[in-house]
């Protein structure tokens, strides 16, 4: 993480923000990413929206891609302002507009144990494997059979899920997965 630096944002907002700033990985999600920048200064999805001046939901939604929002273009001017990522980068986090989106969140836990973050590609309806690894992309759980959260969540790196084994949280981390996912048949 970069140190604190001022937003040079043209904001009306009384009070200048100071915010952390988080690098982008390689390829990474746009939801995973969102996720980190709210984490590292502590918002909510609904004071993101707030700063950004959309209505309180806008910004979960832009997480969760069943809701299929996108930002517009200014909405995406005013986010690169607020995290120091240019707005191509941010759009470079998004596959590309036409594209049929797998609605459940997948995985590839050997992608996950090289570089801890969600890739967009994961979610294109099309692409069932990695196309790294040729694995099959895990969309549950393969311990407690959970679904996957959304990338926007995944802080720890394991399953949250509250219906693991013992009625406690099943905690599985991503990076041990990969037995569960099979070499594709060529
Ligand atoms: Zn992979
Ligand atoms: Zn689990």
Not at 59 to 81: F, G, I, K, M, N
């Amino acid at each position: 993480m970069l140190p604190r630096y001022q937003v040079n944002s043209a904001s009306s907002s009384p009070v200048q923000p100071w915010l952390f700033q988080v690098q982008p990985y390689s390829e990474e999600s746009f939801g995973h990413f969102l996720g980190r920048f709210r984490r590292a200064n502590h918002l909510s999805s609904a004071h993101l929206s707030a700063m950004l001046k959309q209505r309180p939901y806008v910004v979960s939604y832009w997480e969760t891609p069943s809701r299929r929002r996108q930002p517009d273009a200014s909405a995406l001017q005013h986010l690169s302002q607020l995290t120091g990522v240019t707005v191509e980068c941010l759009k470079s986090m998004r596959s590309p507009p036409g594209t049929k989106l797998h609605l459940l969140t997948r995985l590839c836990s050997c992608c996950y144990s090289e570089s801890p973050h969600h890739r967009w590609s994961w979610q294109v309806a099309e692409r069932s494997h990695c196309e790294i690894h040729q694995h099959r992309l895990l969309e549950v759980c393969p311990d407690c059979r959970s679904t996957l959260q959304l990338p926007s969540y995944w802080q720890t790196g394991t399953c949250d899920s509250p219906t693991g084994r013992l009625g406690q949280r099943c905690h599985l981390p991503f990076q041990e997965m990969s037995v569960a996912q099979k070499p594709q048949k060529s």
